[in-house]
């Protein structure tokens, strides 16, 4: 058991033994009942507390978790949007390439090139492949002197060869009496000379 602290009470050594004992019956000390209240008391708020903030940890969780699927809900949203507006773009990129390659076909069409050779031209002009552009021209090209080779090949007169029969002059056709051999002389005449 605990002895009194006599030290504790002023004069306590001057005092009649009489003082003394009124002194001591009239002595409190703390036994402690008034701190086990006290921590009691802060035991059981900290109780609270952490049942407080139990709950707020595990409604926060909650709300956390149901955050996290909402935002992977989003999420997947966002992802197919971002897909969709990703293959409309795509698409949109073919059609605006083919429009292109449609512009510059019927551009080389319209300068002379044949069907075959402006799909050629306007590839290469497109994908601005100059090789195959150079080549494609150069086979317009060729095709534009051929042409204009046959032109002027179909117009000159036929040469007359040194063995046979000598041209008719005009005054000779002119002299025949036959009116058949006279047309058939004046159309030979012409196919030789172009005109009459």
């Known amino acids: 058991m605990a002895q009194i602290d006599t030290s504790t009470i002023s004069g ?54 149901q955050l996290n699927a909402k935002l992977t809900e ?48 306007a590839d290469a002009f497109i994908s601005q492949d100059t090789e195959k552009f150079t080549a494609a021209l150069k086979k317009y090209r060729a095709a534009i002197e051929s042409q204009t080779e046959a032109k002027l090949m179909g117009n000159n007169p036929k040469p007359v060869g040194g063995e046979g029969k000598k041209p008719l002059t005009k005054e000779d056709i002119l002299k025949i009496e036959d009116y058949t051999e006279q047309q058939a002389a004046i159309e030979e005449y012409i196919s030789a000379n172009g005109t009459w």
Do not use: C, I, N
């Open 12 to 65: 306590f050594d001057a005092m009649t033994p009489e003082d003394q004992v009124k002194a001591l019956l009239a002595f409190q000390y703390d036994d402690g009942a008034e701190a086990a209240a006290k921590l009691k008391e802060a035991e059981d708020k900290a109780a609270k507390q952490k049942a407080a903030l139990d709950k707020a940890t595990s409604e926060a969780a909650g709300y956390k978790k």
């Open 74 to 121: 989003d999420e997947r949203k966002q992802q197919e949007s971002e897909s969709t507006l990703k293959a409309m773009q795509e698409k949109l990129a073919e059609y605006e390439q083919r429009e292109r390659l449609s512009t510059a076909r019927a551009m080389f069409l319209g300068g002379g090139f044949d069907d075959a050779l402006a799909g050629e031209a």
